[in-house]
Nanobody
Framework: QVQLVESGGGLVQAGDSLTLSCAAS????????MGWFRQARGKEREFVAA????????SHSDSVKGRFTISKDNAKNTVYLQMSSLEPEGTAVYFC?????????????WGQGTQVTVSS
């Protein structure tokens, strides 16, 4: 079992930056690939970014590429999502997820989410 707890969400203005954190506990953190997803009100959940915890290889969706960066700190069992140049369209609940395989295909564990609201 893996527990994921997101933090760092809040209300910001368009153009601001914000960093989300996802603290993991439970089974060995390094065994899992991690990712961030978001879900805006009335829309389906969408992939944002993923990171392989062993290789450190990352991937980002086209909508956030160049503005968001996923990173990890294995010593702290924490994954981060650095967000810059935030846009009102980025308003959503952001979820952290963990998977043995590709987190974009299917995640075994999810956090409770953290709200990010971007005002124009």
């Amino acid at each position: 079992q893996v527990q994921l707890v997101e933090s760092g969400g809040g209300l910001v203005q368009a153009g601001d930056s914000l960093t989300l954190s996802c603290a993991a506990s439970g089974r060995t953190f390094s065994h899992y690939n991690m990712g961030w997803f978001r879900q805006a009100r009335g829309k389906e959940r969408e992939f944002v970014a993923a990171i392989n915890l062993n290789s450190g290889i990352t991937s980002h969706s086209d909508s956030v590429k160049g503005r968001f960066t996923i990173s990890k700190d294995n010593a702290k069992n924490t994954v981060y999502l650095q967000m810059s140049s935030l846009e009102p369209e980025g308003t959503a609940v952001y979820f952290c997820a963990a998977a043995i395989e590709d987190v974009r295909v299917g995640a075994e564990y999810w956090g409770q989410g953290t709200q990010v609201t971007v005002s124009s």
